[in-house]
């Protein structure tokens, strides 16, 4: 779906946190209501840590070679213990360095799990559940608190689907990860429009406990229809088969 110059606009003017309260609060209305615009957000969250993990992945490697100058052109009269501590702790560095480059998928899931903003806050109203509190909460990563309010909802309300996903999202980042599982699955199996979100976050909780191969076939269960999700399937799956064949 073609996405309009100005509703480009606006989510890079969110994601900088340029909006005003009540232009936030419209676009977040929006997000609720329009499934593309939450999925052009998501896709935009995920280049944006994209090419922030590369913008530190070349300053790392800037570091390093600057490590390798100095040990290779320190002056001669630098000699004796304090060379050769200067040298220890140049490997020391270095060593860190490459770790920070080489270290597994543990990282991969922190690269991909971007979540959509929760706004259930333009639904109606939630018996005693406050609907902008939960909102903020999720939104600030309080997931703790927000997994009440999730579950209440769910009482009054088994087949939200919506509900269901992010409350399924809390679990996994409170690593509650057999609840979680057992949501997403539930949830994947169904009908909804969350249904594919559901295998993305299946896929993201097998990343992070290591069952890379588990992933992938997860992964693939998204469908080209789904443009922008499958895109960022395919993405995923390249750098899992990188990692599963080291």
């Given at each position: 779906?073609?996405?309009?110059e ?143 309010s ?9 087949n ?16 509650q ?17 969350f ?52």
């Open positions: 779906m073609y996405m309009k100005e509703d480009l606009l606006l989510i890079r003017q969110y994601l900088e946190d340029l909006l005003d309260e009540g232009a936030r609060e419209a676009f977040e209305a929006r997000l609720a209501e329009e499934p593309p615009l939450r999925e052009e957000l998501e896709l935009a969250r995920q280049m944006n840590a994209h090419l922030s993990r590369k913008a530190q992945k070349e300053a790392t490697l800037a570091r390093l070679h600057q490590l390798h100058r100095q040990e290779f052109t320190e002056p001669p009269a630098a000699q004796g213990p304090r060379r050769l501590l200067w040298l220890g702790g140049a490997a020391a560095a270095v060593a860190a360095v490459l770790l920070f480059l080489l270290w597994p998928s543990p990282k991969l899931y922190d690269q991909y799990a971007q979540h959509s903003p929760l706004s259930l806050n333009s639904k109606s109203a939630a018996g005693p559940v406050d609907l902008a509190a939960l909102d903020q909460a999720f939104n600030q990563g309080q997931y703790a608190k927000a997994l009440p999730l579950n209440d909802l769910l009482q009054q309300n088994p939200d689907s919506e509900v269901q996903l992010y409350r399924a999202i809390c679990l996994i980042e409170l690593e990860n057999e609840a979680a599982a057992q949501a997403l699955q539930a949830l994947e199996k169904g009908n909804s429009l249904q594919y979100q559901a295998s993305w976050y299946l896929a993201l909780l097998y990343i992070r406990q290591e069952k890379l191969e588990l992933a992938m076939a997860t992964l693939q269960k998204i469908p080209p229809s789904r443009q922008r999700l499958h895109a960022k399937a395919q993405t995923l799956m390249v750098e899992l088969e990188q990692q599963i064949n080291r």
